[in-house]
T-cell receptor
Framework: DAKTTQPNSMESNEEEPVHLPCNHS???????IHWYRQLPSQGPEYVIH???SNVNNRMASLAIAEDRKSSTLILHRATLRDAAVYYC??????????????FGSGTQLTVLP | DAGITQSPRHKVTETGTPVTLRCHQT?????MYWYRQDPGHGLRLIHY???????DKGEVSDGYSVSRSKTEDFLLTLESATSSQTSVYFC????????????FGNGTRLTVT
């Protein structure tokens, strides 16, 4: 199964952009890149996903490298409420398996006031 | 927010007793998942379901069984609880497999003494 690698932690100042990286060098052509975040004492929350093209929604932007071996979640203006653990995962549609890969430990984002 | 209800929210039980956790959804989504979350391990998939009476094992399925007799309900059973099963359990749903986002419940904190 394809895996993802993320830094354990990152810091950002409030109201500044944040770029959260994710490496997935063994990604397959049918893997979607998903991002989730988890606030303390809550379940994970969907943020954004994409396949090949960059994606934008009200929460964030997802920049996908041309070779798809890495991606970056962009929070345009970090707020204190964005402090959370961010997970980058791959979800495969091509193999017929619906198994969801392990989330891993993610990146703990700290936002400084 | 996706209509996902986990019950109970907290439970303390003794080693060797059976425990059943319930996940109820109102979204009519096809896929349902059970995860556990432990410090240092991220989220790990226990079992998932791709339809009524259709289930499959995840990464850490030993000691757990599941059942799905209705679209809206997915039950996780610990036949004989052990202290290693002390964890936070999250239910998730998705409409389809790879592309559809996962939506998580708020979790059940289980303590096995």
């Amino acid at each position: 199964d394809a895996k993802t690698t993320q830094p354990n932690s990152m810091e950002s100042n409030e109201e500044e952009p944040v770029h959260l990286p994710c490496n997935h060098s063994t990604i397959s052509g049918t893997d979607y890149i998903h991002w989730y975040r988890q606030l303390p004492s809550q379940g994970p929350e969907y943020v954004i996903h994409g396949l090949t093209s960059n994606v934008n929604n009200r929460m964030a932007s997802l920049a996908i490298a041309e070779d798809r071996k890495s991606s970056t979640l962009i929070l345009h203006r970090a707020t204190l409420r964005d402090a959370a653990v961010y997970y980058c995962i791959l979800r495969d549609v091509g193999s017929g398996s619906a198994r969801q890969l392990t989330f891993g430990s993610g990146t703990q984002l700290t936002v400084l006031p | 927010d996706a209509g996902i209800t986990q019950s109970p929210r907290h439970k303390v039980t003794e080693t060797g007793t059976p425990v059943t956790l319930r996940c109820h959804q109102t979204e009519n989504h096809r896929y349902m998942y059970w995860y556990r979350q432990d410090p240092g391990h991220g989220l790990r998939l226990i079992h998932y379901s791709y339809g009524v009476k259709d289930t499959d094992k995840g990464e850490v399925s030993d000691g757990y069984s599941v059942s799905r007799s209705k679209t809206e309900d997915f039950l996780l059973t610990l036949e004989s609880a052990t202290s290693s099963q002390t964890s936070v359990y999250f239910c998730a749903i998705s409409e389809w497999a790879g592309e559809s986002p996962l939506h998580f419940g708020n979790g059940t904190r289980l303590t096995v003494t």
